[in-house]
Nanobody, 118 residues
């Protein structure tokens, strides 16, 4: 099992910045990809950014150039630096991780609210 705990959400004005953190615990040695997804009210959960164990990032088009994902494997933590925030970035942000251990496992954090005011 893997447990994911997010932190760093909050309220910010448009154009501002926030940094999200997600700390993994449990069976962390076999974690492969980590990443962030978000869900706005009335919308489906969508990918924001993911990063593999080797550090290769993948971003949604809507956040490219504004958000940066990075990962600290030694501390089993993934970060999302969000700059130039827009009101449309308002959502609950969820940390995600996956691993293989004879089967595929996928884990979610509890979510952290990000609100961007105009």
């Amino acid at each position: 099992q893997v447990q994911l705990v997010e932190s760093g959400g909050g309220l910010v004005q448009a154009g501002g910045s926030l940094r999200l953190s997600c700390a993994a615990s449990g069976s962390v040695f076999s974690i492969n990809n980590m990443g962030w997804y978000r869900q706005a009210p009335g919308k489906q959960r969508e990918l924001v950014a993911t990063i593999g164990r080797a550090g290769r990032p993948n971003y949604a088009d809507s956040v490219k150039g504004r958000f940066t994902i990075n990962r600290d494997n030694a501390n089993n933590t993934v970060y999302l630096q969000m700059n130039s925030l827009k009101p449309e970035d308002t959502a609950v942000y969820y940390c995600n991780a996956d691993r293989w251990s004879s089967s595929y496992y996928n884990y979610w954090g509890q979510g952290t609210q990000v609100t961007v005011s105009s």
